[in-house]
């Protein structure tokens, strides 16, 4: 609430890296993420009026219950995100915007505190993939 463009850019670079991350972990080409699977859809859910994933987020921080939300939807980053949390823990990565986003719809991590977490880390860190962010 309150962030604009410029929050959903950085949102969007740091997603986009933590995939690639991942990616090259797992054993795939990191270059991949700059397709349409990869970027494409991070442009798609950050940016779309059509995307589910976006639609199932915005209500989610305004307050309604994640139950609630999935309740006759097919949201597909919900379980997305509890898996891509497991494999970055598996792979001995820290991918601190894949880990919020399941802290956030575990319960574990408030909606409050997301911001802050993420950009109260030091700058350029975003760019350092062997350092282990908080």
Not at 81 to 93: I, M, P, S, T
């Amino acid at each position: 609430k309150g962030f604009g463009i410029n929050t959903m850019a950085a949102y969007v670079t740091r997603s986009s890296l933590e995939l690639q991350v991942l990616c090259k972990a797992m054993g795939g080409e990191p270059q991949t993420i700059s397709g349409l699977s990869g970027v494409g859809d991070l442009m798609l859910t950050a940016f779309g009026d059509l995307s589910r994933n976006r639609d199932c987020g915005k209500r989610f921080a305004q307050g309604e219950k994640i139950e609630s939300i999935l309740a006759g939807n097919t949201v597909e980053g919900v379980p997305t995100a509890e898996v891509a949390a497991l494999l970055a823990d598996r792979c001995g990565l820290e991918l601190p915007i894949f880990k919020l986003v399941d802290g956030l719809l575990k319960g574990s991590v408030r909606i409050e505190d997301a911001h802050t977490m993420l950009f109260g880390r030091p700058l350029g860190t975003e760019m350092d993939t062997t350092m282990k962010w908080n």
